[in-house]
């Protein structure tokens, strides 16, 4: 996050006719900044449920006025996203003001995008997470993590990664109806990630379509108690990260659209590390505090934290 001691003073917001901008009845900050952490969801068993707030963050700035949107990004999807209202971050603020009740004709949005996008690092649910975060602030309104998860859920799909980005830690989130639900957990002292990214993308979409409608009774249980036994590996017996790792619904379904994400996997497991596809692929990610490898050629590694509170917001309030 920039210093804000040396951030030079932004004009009042102000409408078309030079009036101070005005949001439910109060005057809106000058300027929101939003950090929102990378996520890793499923961690083997707990698919579509489990989730876990990493160390590598997506920072936002938007500064309300005028009308429309402009939109700067750096970094990761520098020259590939767009640049208008369709952008996710867009969409998603313009859907918390509305839940909000409030309206913010027009802003401008400066991101600067560190979480890779399409690698199974949650970077969709980072710019959802934060457009809905920098929506509160621009509506005057104090952060509801709570309500946050229901709505990004809502325009996510699921809320795996959507909780972890919103609370941080370790989350597990459910669905109550259509109602995206969490509970978050601290890991155990000492538990961090090894992420290995490699240069390709894998659509979730994709990868979810290689899933079997049905799987057998036994391959469910097997799950059930290996993610049951994940929350307390994760929250106090880091030893049992290995054996509590293992999955039987949908990593392995997933290796013809990631054939050398699995390789690695296997590899990294023969070696006795807890190591998993994170999300949807293609990234590989190692839980636990032991030494890693090297990243393959054409990959890159990532030594990360669990980050502790997930989205933050700060506001610079209008004079």
């Known amino acids: 996050m920039e210093d804000e001691s040396n951030t030079p003073a932004l004009p009042t917001p102000a409408d078309s006719a030079g009036r ?24 083997g068993p707990g698919f579509d ?11 936002l700035v938007v500064t309300p006025g005028g009308s429309g949107v402009t939109v700067q990004v750096s970094g990761c999807g520098e020259g590939e996203v767009p ?55 621009l509506a005057g309104e104090q952060l509801d993590r709570e309500r946050l998860v229901v ?16 609370l941080g830690a370790f989350t597990i989130a459910w669905l ?5 639900r969490a509970v978050k957990l601290q890991p155990a002292a000492g538990i961090a990630a090894t992420a290995y990214v490699p240069d390709n993308r894998v659509l979730t979409k994709e990868a979810r379509g290689l899933l079997p409608s049905v799987v057998s009774h ?7 108690g290996k993610a049951a036994l994940l929350v307390a590996a994760l929250t106090g017996r880091p030893e049992l990260l290995f054996t509590a790792t293992e999955d ?4 392995e379904y997933r290796e013809p659209a990631m054939p050398e994400s699995l390789a690695l996997v296997h590899k990294l497991r023969g070696s006795g590390l807890a190591a998993i596809i994170s999300g949807a ?7 636990g505090a032991a030494s890693t490898p090297d990243a393959p050629d054409g990959w890159t590694r990532y030594e990360l934290g669990i980050d502790p509170v997930g989205v933050q917001v700060w506001s610079m309030e209008a004079g």
Do not use: K, M, W
């Open 20 to 43: 101070p901008l005005q949001v439910s009845g109060r005057r809106v900050c000058d300027q929101v900044r939003v950090r929102v952490p990378a996520t890793s969801a499923n961690l």
């Open 49 to 59: 449920a489990f989730g876990l707030a990493l160390t590598l963050y997506d920072e």
């Open 83 to 137: 640049l208008d209202e369709s952008h996710l971050v867009v969409r998603s603020i313009r859907a918390g003001l509305d839940a909000l009740g409030a309206s913010v004709p027009g802003f401008a949005l400066r991101c600067e995008n560190r979480i890779p996008h399409g690698r199974g690092l949650g970077s969709s649910s980072a710019a959802i997470v934060g457009g809905l975060a920098a929506a509160y602030a």
């Open 151 to 166: 709505r990004a859920n809502e325009i996510e799909g699921h809320p795996d990664n959507v909780a972890a980005a919103a």
């Open 176 to 180: 109550e109806g259509e109602t995206g």
């Open 218 to 224: 036994s391959s469910a249980a097997a799950n059930a």
């Open 248 to 251: 039987l619904l949908h990593q």
């Open 281 to 287: 692929g293609p990234t590989v990610a190692v839980l």
